[in-house]
């Protein structure tokens, strides 16, 4: 069964700094990796998708990287802003339709 | 714009009365889902429609249903809310195993 995991469970930042999470998987056979943001009570709003063949994906700020042979992925930020405060989540497709899930890490960024 | 519609966005029912959460999306998605997100929770699979065929996770109770009559609408009926079943229900779309889109997500307090 598939265990998705991120580090750190929480981080508080001074803004402009440059983050990195981490979201590590047991189950290397997967098929996509996606980052997503929750803000509170909200649902999740989609922010990179990985395709199994790809290395990295870019938008904006946010670069993500997927190792499928470690079982990582990371989500570096770049200049962090308070408006970047919200729970990021990782989530692994490893086929069938069934994504698996992360806990989550909570992000705040202070001005 | 295309998205991913549900409603209520709160509700409230009683212990052991039926309720009925809907969703729609406007991305003509062949893949529909349902989650569960409890308080600083991963969201948590409960089912999802591959077109019409109807894919139920093994830990999913009994007391939860769904019925997704054409490809824009999907409904999660749980047929005798607990105490425990208070949480925010997440849907969600995809064209395959690409990118999920999320909508905002329903509130259900169970008083």
């Known amino acids: 069964k598939q265990e998705v995991t991120q580090i750190p469970a929480a981080l508080s930042v001074p803004e402009g700094e440059n983050l990195v999470l981490n979201c590590s998987f047991t189950?290397?056979?997967?098929?996509?990796l996606q980052w997503f943001r929750q803000d509170p009570g909200k649902g999740l709003t989609s922010l990179l998708l990985i395709q199994s063949s790809q290395r990295e994906q870019t938008s904006g700020r946010l670069n993500a990287s997927l190792d499928k042979s470690s079982g990582r992925s990371t989500l570096y930020i770049a200049a962090s802003q308070p408006g970047d405060s919200a729970t990021y989540l990782c989530a692994v497709e490893g086929g069938s339709y069934i994504p698996t899930f992360g806990r989550g890490t909570s992000l705040i960024v202070h001005p | 714009d295309a998205m991913v519609i549900q409603n209520p966005r709160y509700q409230v029912t009683q212990f052991g009365k039926p309720v009925t959460l809907s969703c729609s999306q406007t991305?003509?998605?062949?893949?529909m889902y349902w989650y569960q997100q409890k308080s600083s929770q991963a969201p948590k699979l409960l089912f999802h429609?591959?077109?019409?065929?109807?894919?139920n996770e093994a830990d999913t109770p009994d007391n939860f249903q769904s019925r997704r009559p054409n490809t824009s609408f999907c409904f999660l009926d749980i047929r005798s809310p607990g105490l425990g079943d208070a949480a925010m229900y997440l849907c969600?779309?995809?064209?395959?195993?690409?990118?999920?889109?999320f909508g905002p997500g329903t509130r259900l307090t169970v008083t």
């Open positions: 189950d290397s056979a997967i098929y996509n």
């Open positions: 429609y591959y077109d019409k065929d109807f894919n």
């Open positions: 991305l003509n998605h062949n893949v």
């Open positions: 969600a779309t995809s064209k395959g195993s690409y990118e999920q889109y």
